[in-house]
């Protein structure tokens, strides 16, 4: 998901490159994730402007129950980006002030979209994130996955008469 963009920067303004997606990136958990989509590149002014729309599939580790789930989400985005180095003069350009987006291209003038994808994708994770809404989570007692299996500890409150004799029987059984 390497594209130079090095060409695209000696042409006039408006010129365009189309790239279809369907690769794997480095997913905000660190493994690999899967993108398909579409990618255009347009040659602005001052550099371009890169407009995709991807659907993305990412592995999240939810946080209730702990388990890995994968969660899609569909990204749209419209990034400007402005070269460093102008593949013509070959002279560094001064950025403006809007440069300090996503899009940052090095200085041969390839655009990562990997990289990309991969710092949109970051943003789009919950802060929580959960397998399902209903996600029951882990036994605080025994740790075991809740959605999995049920385990035979008591959860939730427990009946303080009945405690002494619960924790009798969890003795019983270890
Ligand atoms: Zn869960
Ligand atoms: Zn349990």
Redesign the pocket.
Known sequence: MQYSLAQLFKEPTGSTRDYIVDESFIGPEDGLDRAQGWVRVIRTHEGFLVRAEMETQVNLTCSRCLSSFKSQANLKMEEESFPSINPVTGRMQEPSDEADGVIILDDHHVLDMAEVLRQYSIIEVPIKPLCSEECLGL?P????NQNKEK???S?GPVDLRWSSLADLLIEKQD
């Open positions: 036994c007692e025994c740790g075991s385990c035979k500890c959860t």
